[in-house]
């Protein structure tokens, strides 16, 4: 079954505990993105890769860290977390990056975050 | 940037109900897709749809990219189709950046 998958779902830490929030994709797609979600924020792209070794900031990238070593994976990382990082994240995924081809993104389960 | 709104913000519906939500944007668009939101925060899509119509069970869309806007019908609605739809754009001349709109919040009732 072709997915995105996230983990973990839930997660509470403590400020200053660093701590990383897996993504994994099983479409071969070449375009991967984090988004965060925030009550009358709506949902905003904290950074996006376009393939293996190719990263760049989003909207909101203060606070996170990403890698894509392999095509698959794209792991967030929040290196010191403060509880302004509270949100619902999600991994999204597209066969491409540049909105020419215009592809479909497809969205993992999210991961509820809680810095306290 | 380009502007996504979406119409009514808020809808309660009788189970059975028939709706019609809408989503504006503010300049070209390549594609347009529609999410549903469910009551765990899980982000269901719903429709790829750039232009025309497509239909899913109970579900379809419509988008009319030349007028820069897109419906998504729902009938005969059901409890489970409670939660919050948005509508997201991409971005055109750019990488593949989802714009989102403020969501519809929808409760069905039995």
């Known amino acids: 079954e072709a997915q995105v998958t996230q983990n973990p779902r839930y997660l509470i830490t403590v400020t200053g505990k660093k701590l990383t929030v897996t993504c994994s994709q099983n479409?071969?797609?070449?375009?991967m993105s984090w988004y965060r979600q925030d009550p009358g924020l709506g949902l905003r792209q904290i950074y996006y890769?376009?393939?293996?070794?190719?990263?760049d900031k989003g909207d909101v990238p203060e606070g996170y860290k990403v890698s894509r070593k392999e095509k698959r994976n794209f792991p967030l990382i929040l290196e010191s977390p403060s509880p302004n990082q509270t949100s619902l994240y999600f991994c999204?995924?597209?066969?491409?990056?540049?909105?020419?081809?215009?592809?479909?993104?497809?969205f993992g389960q999210g991961t509820r975050l809680t810095v306290v | 940037g380009i502007q996504v709104e979406q119409s009514p913000p808020d809808l309660i519906l009788q189970e059975g109900a028939n709706s019609t939500l809408r989503c504006n944007f503010s300049?070209?668009?390549?594609?347009l897709q529609w999410f549903h939101q469910n009551p765990w925060g899980q982000l269901i899509n719903l429709f790829y749809?750039?232009?025309g119509t497509k239909q899913n069970g109970r579900l379809s869309a419509t988008t009319v990219a030349t007028e820069r806007y897109s419906l998504l019908y729902i009938s005969s609605s059901q409890t489970t189709d409670s939660g919050v739809y948005f509508c997201?754009?991409?971005?055109?001349?750019?990488?593949?950046?989802?714009?989102f709109g403020a969501g519809t919040r929808l409760a069905v009732h039995p």
């Open positions: 997201a754009v991409y971005v055109s001349g750019g990488y593949n950046k989802l714009i």
């Open positions: 300049d070209s668009v390549n594609n």
């Open positions: 479409m071969n797609h070449e375009y």
């Open positions: 749809i750039p232009s």
């Open positions: 890769s376009m393939n293996v070794e190719v990263t």
């Open positions: 999204a995924s597209s066969l491409f990056a540049f909105s020419g081809a215009g592809t479909e993104a497809f």
